[in-house]
Protein backbone atom coordinates (compact mmCIF):
# COMPACT_ATOMS: atom_id res chain seq x y z
CA UNK A 1 0.00 0.00 0.00
CA UNK A 2 1.61 3.37 -0.96
CA UNK A 3 0.32 6.26 1.67
CA UNK A 4 -0.81 9.78 0.04
CA UNK A 5 1.71 12.50 1.89
CA UNK A 6 -1.20 14.64 3.63
CA UNK A 7 1.29 16.62 6.12
CA UNK A 8 2.99 19.24 4.11
CA UNK A 9 3.76 21.75 6.94
CA UNK A 10 6.45 23.52 7.29
CA UNK A 11 7.82 21.85 10.05
CA UNK A 12 7.70 18.53 8.45
CA UNK A 13 9.53 19.49 5.12
CA UNK A 14 12.92 18.37 4.36
CA UNK A 15 14.48 20.56 1.20
CA UNK A 16 16.22 17.94 -1.23
CA UNK A 17 19.55 18.32 -3.39
CA UNK A 18 17.46 20.05 -5.53
CA UNK A 19 15.84 22.28 -3.74
CA UNK A 20 12.78 20.74 -3.66
CA UNK A 21 10.38 20.39 -0.43
CA UNK A 22 9.68 16.79 0.61
CA UNK A 23 7.98 15.26 3.21
CA UNK A 24 9.88 12.60 5.48
CA UNK A 25 8.33 9.13 4.10
CA UNK A 26 7.79 6.36 7.25
CA UNK A 27 7.13 2.44 6.19
CA UNK A 28 5.36 -0.06 8.24
CA UNK A 29 5.90 -3.75 8.54
CA UNK A 30 4.46 -6.37 10.31
CA UNK A 31 5.90 -9.97 11.33
CA UNK A 32 3.23 -13.04 12.33
CA UNK A 33 4.23 -15.52 14.53
CA UNK A 34 2.70 -18.61 15.67
CA UNK A 35 3.42 -21.74 17.73
CA UNK A 36 4.17 -23.60 14.68
CA UNK A 37 6.53 -20.92 13.29
CA UNK A 38 8.10 -19.85 16.75
CA UNK A 39 9.32 -23.81 17.30
CA UNK A 40 11.62 -23.61 14.09
CA UNK A 41 12.73 -19.97 14.72
CA UNK A 42 10.72 -18.02 11.95
CA UNK A 43 7.99 -16.38 11.90
CA UNK A 44 4.35 -17.39 9.74
CA UNK A 45 4.78 -14.33 7.51
CA UNK A 46 6.08 -10.77 7.25
CA UNK A 47 6.13 -7.66 5.00
CA UNK A 48 4.78 -4.00 4.52
CA UNK A 49 2.12 -2.52 5.67
CA UNK A 50 2.44 0.47 4.19
CA UNK A 51 5.46 2.62 2.26
CA UNK A 52 6.26 6.29 2.00
CA UNK A 53 3.59 7.45 4.53
CA UNK A 54 4.05 11.03 6.60
CA UNK A 55 4.51 10.07 10.41
CA UNK A 56 0.77 10.41 11.37
CA UNK A 57 -0.30 7.63 8.83
CA UNK A 58 2.31 5.81 9.64
CA UNK A 59 1.12 5.62 13.63
CA UNK A 60 -2.51 4.93 12.02
CA UNK A 61 -1.61 1.90 9.99
CA UNK A 62 0.61 0.81 13.16
CA UNK A 63 -2.69 1.22 15.38
CA UNK A 64 -5.04 -0.49 12.81
CA UNK A 65 -2.24 -3.40 11.99
CA UNK A 66 -2.38 -4.37 15.77
CA UNK A 67 -4.29 -7.53 16.94
CA UNK A 68 -4.13 -8.15 20.75
CA UNK A 69 -2.80 -6.21 23.78
CA UNK A 70 0.50 -4.80 22.41
CA UNK A 71 3.27 -6.29 25.03
CA UNK A 72 6.10 -3.58 24.69
CA UNK A 73 6.98 -0.94 22.22
CA UNK A 74 11.09 -1.17 21.76
CA UNK A 75 13.57 1.01 19.52
CA UNK A 76 15.74 -1.02 17.54
CA UNK A 77 18.97 0.51 19.59
CA UNK A 78 19.20 1.35 23.02
CA UNK A 79 20.44 4.83 22.24
CA UNK A 80 17.27 6.02 21.01
CA UNK A 81 18.67 9.08 19.01
CA UNK A 82 20.43 6.23 17.15
CA UNK A 83 16.54 4.05 16.34
CA UNK A 84 16.31 3.15 12.92
CA UNK A 85 12.14 1.71 13.72
CA UNK A 86 10.06 1.30 16.71
CA UNK A 87 8.95 -2.19 17.03
CA UNK A 88 5.17 -2.80 19.32
CA UNK A 89 5.58 -6.39 20.49
CA UNK A 90 2.13 -7.96 20.23
CA UNK A 91 0.41 -9.77 22.94
CA UNK A 92 -0.98 -13.54 21.82
CA UNK A 93 -4.43 -12.60 20.41
CA UNK A 94 -7.17 -13.73 21.94
CA UNK A 95 -9.01 -15.81 18.49
CA UNK A 96 -6.17 -17.68 16.51
CA UNK A 97 -3.58 -17.49 19.31
CA UNK A 98 -0.66 -15.77 16.96
CA UNK A 99 1.68 -13.00 17.93
CA UNK A 100 2.03 -9.97 15.51
CA UNK A 101 4.45 -7.31 16.13
CA UNK A 102 4.37 -4.29 13.43
CA UNK A 103 7.28 -1.93 13.14
CA UNK A 104 7.56 1.82 12.38
CA UNK A 105 10.87 2.45 10.18
CA UNK A 106 12.03 6.11 10.38
CA UNK A 107 13.82 7.31 7.27
CA UNK A 108 17.01 8.71 7.28
CA UNK A 109 16.63 12.32 6.96
CA UNK A 110 14.96 12.16 10.71
CA UNK A 111 17.57 13.75 13.01
CA UNK A 112 18.18 11.79 16.62
CA UNK A 113 16.52 14.35 18.57
CA UNK A 114 13.24 13.98 16.64
CA UNK A 115 13.54 10.04 16.45
CA UNK A 116 14.15 10.33 21.06
CA UNK A 117 10.56 13.23 20.60
CA UNK A 118 9.26 10.26 17.97
CA UNK A 119 10.14 7.38 20.82
CA UNK A 120 8.37 9.75 23.43
CA UNK A 121 5.61 9.96 21.11
CA UNK A 122 4.68 6.14 20.58
CA UNK A 123 5.34 5.26 23.85
CA UNK A 124 8.75 3.47 23.69
CA UNK A 125 10.56 1.90 26.43
CA UNK A 126 13.57 3.69 26.95
CA UNK A 127 16.94 1.93 28.14
Not at 27 to 47: L, Q, Y
Not at 90 to 102: E, K, P, Q, S, W
Not at 106 to 121: E, F, N, Q
Amino acid sequence: MVCSLRSTTARHRRENQTGATTVPKFNVTFERITDESAEIGDVEGSGFVAEGCSLRDAVHFVEQSLRGDTEVIEPSDSDVGSARWFTWLGGRHHADGDFTNVSLHMPDSVTASSRKRIGRLVGAVFC
